[in-house]
């Protein structure tokens, strides 16, 4: 069994211990060393990702998308950070700096504390805790939170406006997707990301599609994205609650959306893919990222189409389809296959399948 995740931190280990550091120091300088390698992975990975989905964009919109700046423009999104970044900090008169200044800290800190609990493979993985779930679910209100101090510190009533409908549909969209999530950890029997990954010997969108859509949808709407960016209607709000920042406050929102969108599409790859399951990972679990890679990518292609492909909904649309179709789906899935997979023993698994995928069916 090849995997050189645990030798190496057994070899730093060793070398921090020789230096005549106590346990308890070694085991922090660890932690922090894995926080900064994810991070800085993270954010490099960022500039990648806005890259690829340009050029993505560009295909589905039969343009060409970046093709100056590097070879087929790999280079345009280390140019424009070093554009936003190195650019003039603009304090509107009569904002509140304290929140204003905040504000974006907050919104990447979010999402990369997300990261922390994550499973990246059955070896590498920040903090193995078990109410991961429901530590997700919490920081994500971290996030609604950044947006409310932007449009309240911003003193524009614009950005005011952009933060209300944004929290209000942020807030809308976590019901039911908290509701399905119950389903997971009803089939796993816990609320840590680990033990989700290791029970889905079969993905659990095979036991519970109709969830797996719910969650799905929520999850774009949380991001703010097509056809659900009523936070940013240009032709009503100009830029949301972000339009007074400029420079290095601009740009960490920016990369935050990004980064948001890409952890969604990891939190669901772990809950309803398997995560870092596949085949051959208990003989070489090096194998396991690369698995958990692809399906993320997939899954992140697909939300990049409907971005692409869907015009945006009118705001009564977007809470309709929350509370009068999304929101009672899942309550009655949740109890329906609740009921199925109480009522059928877990031995007879091509039983059970068959009949939460019947269910399933039945529901959409």
Not at 75 to 103: C, H, R, W
Not at 117 to 132: D, L, M, Q, W
Not at 233 to 239: C, F, Q, R, Y
Request: glycine share 8%; aromatic share 12%; with cysteine.
């Amino acid at each position: 069994m090849y995997d050189p995740v645990p030798w190496v931190i057994n070899w730093l280990t060793q070398l921090l211990l020789g230096w005549g550091l106590p346990i308890n120091l070694v085991n922090t300088l660890l932690y922090l060393v894995g926080a900064v390698l994810i991070c800085l992975g993270a954010m490099l990975f960022t500039t990648m990702l806005i890259w690829a989905e340009r050029k993505i964009g560009g295909r589905f919109q039969d343009r060409l998308g970046p093709n100056r700046v590097g070879p087929w423009g790999i280079f345009q999104s280390i140019a424009d950070m070093l554009k936003i970044f190195t650019k003039e900090y603009i304090n509107p008169v009569g904002i509140d700096k304290i929140p204003f200044n905040l504000a974006p800290i907050l919104a990447v800190a979010a999402v990369l504390a997300i990261w922390a609990v994550i499973p990246f493979s059955e070896t590498v993985f920040g903090a193995n805790i078990n109410v991961a779930l429901l530590f997700i679910i919490a920081i994500g209100g971290l996030g609604e939170m950044a947006i409310i101090l932007a449009g309240f510190g911003s003193n524009n009533k614009y950005a005011l406006l952009g933060a209300f409908r944004a929290v209000a549909q942020l807030i809308s969209y976590e019901v039911p997707m908290v509701i399905v999530l119950l389903i997971p950890v009803m089939f796993s029997g816990s609320m840590g990301l680990n033990e989700i990954v290791q029970a889905q010997k079969i993905p659990f969108i095979i036991y519970a599609p109709v969830a797996c859509v719910i969650f799905f949808i929520c999850s774009i709407a949380e991001n703010g994205r097509a056809p659900f960016d009523l936070i940013e209607a240009d032709s009503e709000l100009v830029a949301g609650y972000n339009i007074e920042y400029s420079g290095l406050k601009f740009g960490m929102f920016f990369v935050a959306d990004f980064l948001h969108a890409f952890t969604s599409a990891i939190v669901f790859t772990t809950i309803f893919l398997g995560g870092w399951q596949g085949p051959g990972v208990e003989q070489m679990p090096v194998l396991g990222g690369a698995y958990m890679l692809i399906k993320t990518l997939v899954v992140y292609f697909l939300m990049l189409a409907i971005r692409f492909t869907l015009p945006r909904f009118r705001i009564d649309q977007m809470m309709a389809l929350n509370w009068k179709i999304l929101t009672p789906l899942a309550l009655v899935t949740l109890l329906v296959t609740a009921l199925v997979d109480k009522s059928i023993p877990h031995e007879m698994t091509l039983v059970r399948i068959g009949a939460l995928v019947i269910v399933n069916v039945l529901l959409w």
